[in-house]
């Protein structure tokens, strides 16, 4: 089983910055990629960026592209996503998730078999 909790967000004013961690524990060392997700209220969860735990392969969401960062610290099993430029937009609760059993870097939410409680990020306008 593998544990996953998000931290770091919180309110911005638009075109700050926040980053946003998610801490691992329990069976990590197999773990092939993590991935941030977002839900704003009343809408689907929708794939934010992803990353491959040895590679470091990423891949993002063309929302994203250029304002967010996803990087890893193995030796610390916690992913990370750097948001600068922030957007009204951005404003939903954010989740950290992790697929199991896959090969691949996977962009669809059950592709992924644990998931975090959630963070949320708030940016006012």
């Known amino acids: 089983q593998v544990q996953l909790v998000e931290s770091g967000g919180g309110l911005v004013q638009a075109g700050g910055s926040l980053r946003l961690s998610c801490a691992a524990s329990?069976?990590?060392?197999?773990?092939?990629?993590m991935g941030w997700f977002r839900q704003a209220a009343g809408k689907e969860r929708e794939f934010v960026a992803a990353?491959?735990?040895?590679?470091?392969?990423?891949h993002y969401a063309d929302s994203v592209k250029g304002r967010f960062t996803i990087s890893r610290d193995n030796a610390k099993n916690t992913v990370y996503l750097q948001m600068n430029s922030l957007k009204p937009e951005d404003t939903a609760v954010y989740y950290c998730?992790?697929?199991?059993?896959?090969?691949?870097?996977?962009?669809?939410?059950?592709?992924?078999?644990?998931w975090g409680q959630g963070t949320q990020v708030t940016v006012s306008s």
């Open positions: 998730a992790t697929p199991d059993g896959l090969e691949y870097l996977p962009s669809r939410p059950n592709e992924y078999d644990y």
């Open positions: 990353i491959t735990r040895l590679s470091g392969n990423t």
């Open positions: 329990g069976r990590t060392f197999s773990r092939y990629a």
